[in-house]
């Protein structure tokens, strides 16, 4: 398709759903994917020149009307990596489009029809179907049937415009940032689930990791007090980009700012080994207490990872930073960090330890770089965590926030 006609269906889209909008309240998505509503929503058009709709339980085209409404931004977002898409490749098929959220969002399991969702409740998930590489518009029957690097290039796509979490088949052999891109097991092996920050979020690219992975920086409220969240910096102890993610659908606080580090190694997490693709320690990298030890580096911020979070705390300048590490069980912090870490810990139900900071941490970087701020670490229980234990680590930086 020529540019030309791709901008100005992208135009016409964006009138159409400014235009349904503009007849209700602004959209607002209210509460969680997986337990909220939806309240001003935008219907998605059956079809158009980027994309058609598909239902999942009818097994036909378009999907049903009550099935595709979303926030606004929901609806912007898909349609603009649409456009792009369809302007990189302009030989593709239309990309296939499922389930949104119902017109006022809330439940939408399986008494509405097939396998149903559990989340799909507050209009900021969409099910996106793999292109097919016989180029017929109606999802893949099995993952064979998948154009993969189209189907990457649509992940890709997605997680440059900021999504927060991106779920594919475990069959599909698709990649991303594992905090961001992850592998379901079951019903996702043609289709893609993409789901965006809450409302008043919005995101920045830091930079890409050794191998060119993305990190993105999102943010939510502004002014001070400001808190920094860094989810992961050791690629094998990763459960802290889960707190970070389940605080992108926080609401974002009256006062203060709080902005979030999903993963600041993803290669290291892509790999489940400690060290970045180097095999270098991030939390052994950092100048100004920076030892020559085997897994320290060849020098002080000789990792582009390591330099991404300086630049990043240099211009964010937070009150407080929170690095997430596992397996203790506790809170530490050292010299004058330790009052507001003790606080976060009685916030979180967890124990409290003065510990000093080992050489070449980042905690002991900003001590230096910026002796007024505050940071510490907290060490979540070994293995797994869930979205929803996530939620009690997560509402103690949101009431920390509020009370910093």
Same mark, same amino acid.
């Given at each position: 398709m020529p540019f030309g006609r791709i901008a100005g269906c992208l135009v016409l889209a964006f009138a159409l759903a400014a235009g349904a909008a503009s007849a209700v309240p602004p959209s607002r998505s209210l509460g969680l994917p997986w337990d909220g509503r939806l309240a001003g929503g935008v219907r998605l058009e059956a079809q158009g020149e980027l994309h058609f709709?598909?239902?999942?339980?009818?097994?036909?085209?378009p999907n049903r009307e009550w099935r595709r409404y979303g926030n606004a931004r929901l609806i912007r977002t898909t349609l603009a *990596?649409?456009?792009?898409?369809?302007?990189?490749?302009?030989?593709?098929?239309?990309?296939?489009?499922?389930?949104?959220?119902?017109?006022?969002?809330?439940?939408?399991?399986?008494?509405?029809?097939?396998?149903?969702?559990?989340s799909h409740q507050n209009g900021l998930d969409a099910d996106v179907y793999y292109p097919?590489?016989?180029?017929?518009?109606?999802?893949?029957?099995?993952?064979?049937?998948?154009?993969?690097?189209?189907a990457q290039d649509l992940v890709d796509r997605f997680v440059a415009a900021g999504a927060a979490k991106i779920f594919v088949g475990p069959n599909t052999g698709l990649r991303g940032p594992p905090a961001v891109v992850e592998v379901l097991p079951a019903h996702h092996d043609?289709? %893609?689930? *993409?789901?965006?920050?809450?409302?008043?979020?919005?995101?920045?690219?830091?930079?890409?990791?050794?191998?060119g992975l993305p990190i993105?920086?999102?943010?939510?409220?502004?002014?001070?007090?400001?808190? %920094?969240?860094?989810?992961?910096?050791?690629?094998?102890?990763?459960?802290?980009?889960? *707190?970070?993610?389940? %605080?992108?659908?926080?609401?974002?606080?009256?006062?203060?700012?709080?902005?979030?580090?999903?993963?600041l190694n993803p290669d290291g997490h892509a790999a489940k080994r400690r060290?970045?693709?180097?095999?270098?320690? %991030?939390?052994?990298?950092?100048?100004?207490?920076?030892r020559s030890i085997a897994t320290a580096g060849p020098a002080p911020a000789s990792e582009v990872e390591t330099r991404l979070a300086m630049e990043l705390i240099r211009r964010f300048r937070p009150d407080v930073t929170i690095w997430f590490h596992q397996p203790q069980r506790l809170v530490r912090a050292?010299?004058?960090?330790?009052?507001?870490?003790?606080?976060y810990a009685r916030l979180a139900g967890m124990r409290f330890a003065r510990l000093r900071r080992p050489p070449g941490a980042a905690t002991a970087w900003q001590?230096?770089?910026?002796?007024?701020?505050?940071?510490?670490v907290v060490e979540l229980p070994p293995g797994e965590l869930g979205i929803r234990e996530a939620g009690r680590y997560a509402g103690a930086i949101l009431r920390l926030s509020r009370a910093a």
């Open positions: 709709t598909w239902d999942s339980v009818r097994k036909r085209s *990596v649409f456009a792009e898409y369809a302007a990189a490749h302009p030989g593709a098929p239309r990309v296939g489009v499922g389930d949104l959220s119902r017109p006022h969002g809330g439940d939408f399991s399986s008494r509405y029809g097939g396998i149903g969702h559990a097919r590489s016989d180029r017929r518009e109606r999802p893949p029957a099995v993952p064979r049937q998948i154009d993969r690097p189209l043609n289709h %893609l689930h *993409v789901r965006l920050p809450g409302d008043g979020v919005s995101s920045a690219p830091m930079g890409t990791s050794t191998r993105r920086a999102f943010t939510l409220g502004s002014g001070r007090p400001r808190i %920094l969240v860094v989810g992961c910096i050791h690629g094998n102890e990763c459960a802290g980009s889960v *707190v970070a993610t389940r %605080l992108l659908h926080a609401r974002p606080s009256r006062r203060g700012s709080i902005t979030v580090v999903q993963d060290g970045n693709a180097r095999g270098v320690d %991030l939390n052994r990298n950092f100048p100004g207490t920076w050292w010299g004058p960090s330790v009052p507001i870490a003790r606080r001590a230096g770089a910026m002796p007024a701020s505050r940071s510490f």
